[in-house]
C-alpha cells in the first residue's frame, strides 16, 4: 500500500520557537495534502488543505500566519509552527491524497 | 461543510460481546464512509470502509452498514476479544481531493 512519512516523529521545543514537521508520499504523487491536529483523547481536527503549487487552504479558526504550510512538490507538504506556545503541544498527523487518503505515523510536539 | 456525529462516546462490553459504533453525518454528497481504529499514540488504522452504492460490508469480525436515506452508518464488531481495545473513529468524505471529516471518537474497552 501506499506510504506516507513524517519526520521528525517526536520533538520538544521551547516556548517561542519554530518547528518545521515533514510529511512526504514515498510511493505516489500526492495532489493534495491534509494536516491534522489531535488533542489528547480527542478527535482528529482538519486544520489546512494543501495542494501541490498553490496556498494552503485554512480551517476557521486555524491561524494561518501561524502554522505555515508549504506544498512544493508532489510528495511533500511542510508545516511550520512558530512561535510555538505549550497549548499548541499536540499530535500533528498529516495525510497524502492520491484519490484515497494514506496517514502519516504522526509528529507529536511538546513545547515547553 | 460536513458534520460527523458519533455515539457512544465510551463503550464497555465483555470479552465474546458485539460491540456498535454508530455516526451520522450531514452532507448528502458524502460518499465514502471509512471506520479507523487508532492506539495510543499512533496513526489512525483503517479497518474497514463502504461507499454510498453499498449498503453493508463485512470483513471477518468487522461489518459496516450505510443507510443513504438517513445519513447514518455503523460499525459492527463481533466476537470481541481484549486486543480490539482501542479509540474507533468513523469519518465521512464528500467527493475526491477533499479532507475527511471525523467523528469524535469511541473509547472501546473489551474486558476478559
Known amino acids: 500500500g501506499a506510504v506516507v512519512s513524517q519526520h521528525p516523529s517526536w520533538v520538544i521545543c521551547k516556548s517561542g520557537t519554530s518547528v518545521k514537521i515533514e510529511c512526504r508520499s514515498l510511493d505516489f504523487q500526492a495532489t493534495t495534502m491534509f494536516w491534522y491536529r489531535q488533542f489528547p483523547k480527542q478527535s482528529l481536527m482538519l486544520m489546512a488543505t494543501?495542494?501541490?503549487?498553490?496556498?494552503?487552504?485554512?480551517e476557521q479558526g486555524v491561524e494561518k500566519d501561524k502554522f505555515l504550510i508549504n506544498h512544493a512538490s508532489l510528495t511533500l507538504s511542510t508545516l511550520t509552527v512558530t512561535s510555538a506556545h505549550p497549548e499548541d503541544s499536540s499530535f500533528y498527523i498529516c495525510s497524502a491524497s492520491d484519490g484515497e487518503q494514506y496517514f502519516g505515523p504522526g509528529t507529536r510536539l511538546t513545547v515547553t | 461543510g460536513e458534520n460527523v456525529e458519533q455515539h457512544p462516546s465510551t463503550l464497555s462490553v465483555q470479552e465474546g460481546d458485539s460491540a456498535v459504533i454508530k455516526c451520522t453525518y450531514s452532507d448528502s454528497a458524502s460518499n465514502y464512509f471509512p471506520w479507523y481504529k487508532q492506539e495510543l499514540g499512533k496513526r489512525p488504522q483503517l479497518i474497514i470502509d463502504?461507499?454510498?452504492?453499498?449498503g453493508e460490508k463485512k470483513d471477518q469480525r468487522i461489518a459496516v452498514t450505510l443507510n443513504k436515506t438517513a445519513k447514518h452508518f455503523s460499525l459492527h464488531i463481533t466476537e470481541t476479544q481484549p486486543e480490539d481495545s482501542a479509540v474507533y473513529f468513523c469519518?465521512?468524505?464528500?467527493?475526491?481531493?477533499?479532507?475527511?471529516?471525523f467523528g469524535k471518537g469511541t473509547t472501546l474497552s473489551v474486558s476478559s
Open positions: 469519518a465521512a468524505l464528500a467527493q475526491a481531493g477533499t479532507a475527511l471529516i
Open positions: 494543501s495542494n501541490e503549487g498553490s496556498k494552503a487552504t485554512y
Open positions: 463502504i461507499r454510498s452504492n453499498v
